[in-house]
């Protein structure tokens, strides 16, 4: 299982924990949207969602229909125990390898 992850998957994977139990694609992109301004397809989002599924570092599960949605379930996901260590050992590095530049950034 490759555990190297890449910016968009870090981005869902950070998005899935910050929703908990409302994490599906539709949030998934509102919370991404919101929090960085990037915009980016749903096809993006699952594809994404469903590579992290098949290296194991996500759960999905189908949810009850509902009738907003006409009697249709929304599928859900959630951040599994190797997908929470993937992101840890991510954010690591990325402080690791920032740590000391902040005189190199220079001024925006």
């Given at each position: 299982?490759?555990?190297?992850?890449?910016?968009?998957?870090?981005?869902?994977?950070?998005?899935?924990?910050?929703?908990?139990?409302?994490?599906?694609?539709?949030?998934?992109?509102?919370?991404?949207?919101?929090?960085?301004?990037?915009?980016?397809?749903?096809a993006?989002?699952?594809?994404?969602?469903?590579?992290?599924?098949?290296?194991?570092?996500?759960?999905?599960?189908?949810?009850?229909?509902?009738?907003?949605?006409?009697?249709?379930?929304?599928k859900?996901?959630?951040?599994?125990?190797?997908?929470?260590?993937a992101?840890?050992?991510?954010?690591?590095?990325?402080?690791?390898?920032?740590?000391?530049?902040?005189?190199?950034?220079?001024?925006?």
């Amino acid at each position: 299982m490759d555990k190297n992850l890449g910016e968009l998957e870090q981005l869902v994977l950070f998005a899935l924990l910050r929703l908990g139990d409302d994490a599906y694609g539709v949030t998934v992109h509102q919370e991404i949207l919101e929090r960085t301004g990037r915009t980016m397809s749903f096809a993006t989002i699952y594809t994404t969602l469903s590579r992290l599924e098949s290296k194991g570092m996500v759960d999905s599960f189908v949810g009850d229909p509902t009738p907003e949605r006409g009697g249709r379930a929304k599928k859900h996901f959630a951040i599994s125990s190797n997908g929470k260590h993937a992101l840890q050992q991510s954010v690591r590095a990325l402080r690791s390898m920032s740590r000391g530049l902040d005189t190199k950034w220079g001024t925006p």
